[in-house]
């Protein structure tokens, strides 16, 4: 089988890397090992180079601290490697900023998200185009996801299908073509990882007084839950992959 790759765009809090692993090791610990993928992580944000899109099975491009509109060079050379991978049918799983990622290299538009940010467990409600759509196989109208995000995609490129919404995030999971997927929430947080995000969301906004409370002053209701949805999103993707074989 080819090579698995994850594009790894930037690692998380070096105290929860220690504890836990990392982005690329989440993921991996998400997929079913029983499919038997060869890994490679390629680190673009260190400068390493991707492969051939046809040389493998297909990506994952991870969740990163970095912002898409800032255009860092690794980050563009990214963006095209994505959008020629897409052009030729290498099955993508774009996650956070691989989601917003795999969105502006096909075109569309990335902006500090207008409903603003969105932290914790939240509910993701499913559109009628999902019904079909192995990613979201199995699964029902409205299921709970991990999110720690700032920026969304505020414009799609053209010819996606919007698969899922949230309230704060219409966009928060697409696909354009048959085999190239952007989901903005992140499937393989554990509730662990994802309460140490929330945690850090509140200690910054509290210092700063802002994002963090309701119209009535008061702090805002977010919390962390235990959730499957990820592992049912991952496997469906491995499964996708498996069937291309």
Same mark, same amino acid.
């Given at each position: 089988?080819?090579?698995?790759?994850?594009?790894?765009?930037?690692?998380?809090?070096?105290? +929860?890397?220690?504890?836990?692993?990392?982005?690329?090791?989440?993921?991996?610990?998400?997929?079913?090992?029983?499919?038997?993928?060869?890994?490679?992580?390629?680190?673009?944000?260190?400068?390493?180079?991707?492969?051939?899109?046809?040389?493998?099975?297909?990506?994952?491009?991870?969740?990163?601290?970095?912002?898409?509109?800032?255009?860092?060079?690794?980050?563009?050379?990214?963006?095209?490697?994505?959008?020629?991978?897409?052009?030729?049918?290498?099955?993508?799983?774009?996650?956070?900023?691989?989601?917003? +990622?795999?969105?502006?290299?096909?075109?569309?538009?990335?902006?500090?998200?207008?409903?603003?940010?969105?932290?914790?467990?939240?509910?993701?409600?499913?559109?009628?185009?999902?019904?079909?759509?192995?990613?979201?196989?199995? +699964?029902?109208?409205?299921?709970?996801?991990?999110?720690?995000?700032?920026?969304?995609?505020?414009?799609?490129?053209?010819?996606?299908?919007? +698969?899922?919404?949230?309230?704060?995030?219409?966009?928060?999971?697409?696909?354009?073509?048959?085999?190239?997927?952007?989901?903005?929430?992140?499937?393989?947080?554990?509730?662990?990882?994802?309460?140490?995000?929330?945690?850090?969301?509140?200690?910054?906004?509290?210092?700063?007084?802002?994002?963090?409370?309701?119209?009535?002053?008061?702090?805002?209701?977010?919390?962390?839950?235990?959730?499957?949805?990820?592992?049912?999103?991952?496997?469906?993707?491995?499964?996708?992959?498996?069937?291309?074989?």
């Amino acid at each position: 089988m080819k090579d698995l790759i994850i594009i790894k765009t930037g690692s998380s809090f070096s105290e +929860l890397v220690s504890e836990a692993g990392d982005f690329e090791d989440w993921i991996i610990s998400r997929l079913p090992e029983q499919a038997g993928f060869n890994y490679r992580i390629i680190n673009v944000q260190k400068g390493e180079p991707l492969p051939d899109p046809l040389s493998v099975s297909g990506a994952v491009i991870t969740g990163s601290h970095s912002m898409v509109t800032d255009h860092e060079e690794w980050s563009e050379t990214t963006a095209m490697w994505i959008r020629d991978a897409a052009e030729i049918s290498t099955p993508l799983l774009g996650i956070c900023y691989g989601h917003q +990622l795999l969105a502006f290299s096909m075109g569309g538009k990335v902006s500090p998200s207008p409903r603003g940010p969105e932290f914790g467990t939240i509910p993701l409600s499913l559109t009628a185009e999902s019904v079909n759509d192995i990613l979201f196989r199995g +699964l029902d109208e409205t299921i709970y996801v991990h999110t720690s995000h700032y920026q969304s995609v505020t414009e799609l490129p053209e010819g996606s299908v919007v +698969l899922a919404s949230t309230e704060k995030d219409p966009n928060s999971a697409f696909r354009i073509g048959k085999c190239a997927w952007g989901v903005q929430f992140h499937p393989e947080y554990t509730v662990n990882v994802a309460e140490t995000y929330l945690e850090s969301y509140r200690k910054e906004n509290l210092l700063h007084d802002r994002n963090c409370r309701n119209d009535e002053g008061r702090l805002s209701e977010i919390r962390c839950m235990e959730t499957v949805s990820g592992e049912v999103i991952l496997g469906n993707f491995a499964d996708f992959l498996l069937s291309r074989k």
